[in-house]
């Protein structure tokens, strides 16, 4: 992990010196932003594939030295075979790909950052988005929410989440055990052993690939998130009105979004470190909780309700998607307020400009902000 560091470091400082060399059309960029997105995930695919087959290519070619039995201990009346040489292989290989797969990462985050052109070296806040790249690019968690004592996971059992964090970590594993099971059970007789050892092939692909666009859409929806938040909360700052409108809710609201997206990320974690600053308000929740119907009696001011809406619907899309659960969200709003906001009922519109790095745009053209 120490390499794996110095490593992310090292790309960092050498992605971020190019920055700036010269500006490009929009049209130029975005193109360099697709590639960069595609040829990531056809690396990634491809390391999984060549892995599976560096994997079972030997042990067809040399099956008595890798299937020999070295150690065949009996647990509970039953006998299993340890085969010490093809499992000391296969734990080698996956260290090796998970090492590649990792520097991939380092590389595809720090050249997304120069492409945006981030961090801003200007921004106060420079060395936190340096920090949450560097996590980024390691695919390293953090739960710097707890901080500003907003939990995600509030009210859930604690044997839940792990269950929940721990399927997450698997499923590559568990859907190919899942489809190895299908085709032995239902074709085992007529397909031969190798072609079933070959459905690691797609499998393994895919899940690389996937990985990849999930750190690839974290790490750009980060990028993106953050020009949004400090836009909004530049505008909050400047005006003392907007911000005693949402001084007294801001602790619900907040707790709202980071209840719905029930993950830990430095989105809402800006996010919501933006929103505290820019209210001048002393900070201080026992418990992360959502907006009730009792927080919102008597609040008629059309203003404060629509800027309510605004950073609710603002925080639902900073990760690049809507669940369910937030659309269910929005339609219990509209009913405890008794009136249709508009930013609710264009949040999809909204959604698609923000995934187009279009979100300012799309606010001062509405007339949203």
Sequence with gaps: MILKGRLS???????????????????????????????????????????????????????????????????????????????????????????????????????????????????????????????????????????????????????????????????????????????????GRSLLKFFIDMTGIPIYAFWNAYSTAQVFKKTKYYILSVQLTDYLTERLQKDAILQASIRGKLEEILGTIVLLKRDFSPINHYFAHRLIQSSNHPWEIQETRGLKKSDLEGVSNPTELHLIGLIIATGFILDGKISRSERRKIQELHELLGCDLKIFLNIDEYLIAYRKGKATTFLVEHSFI
């Design 9 to 187: 470091r090292n790309f960092f400082n050498k992605y971020q010196a190019k920055r700036g060399a010269a500006s490009k059309p929009r049209v130029s960029h975005d193109l360099e932003i697709n590639a960069l997105y595609r040829n990531s995930l056809f690396i990634s695919g491809f390391l999984g594939v060549v892995f599976v087959l560096f994997y079972y290519l030997p042990i067809y070619r040399f099956p008595e030295f890798f299937n020999q039995v070295y150690h065949s201990p009996e647990i509970g009346g039953y006998r299993i075979a340890i085969r010490w040489i093809r499992d000391l292989d296969n734990l080698i290989l996956t260290f090796i790909e998970l090492y590649l797969l990792s520097i991939l990462s380092m590389i595809m985050v720090n050249r997304l950052c120069q492409l945006y052109d981030f961090p801003p070296i200007a921004n106060q806040n420079y060395e936190l988005h340096k920090q949450n790249v560097l996590a980024l690019s390691l695919e390293k968690r953090h739960k710097k929410e707890l901080e500003l004592g907003l939990n995600p996971y509030e009210g859930l059992p604690r044997s839940l989440v792990l269950g929940y964090l721990a399927i997450n970590r698997i499923k590559g594993i568990l859907s190919s055990l899942m489809v190895r099971m299908v085709l032995q059970r239902f074709f």
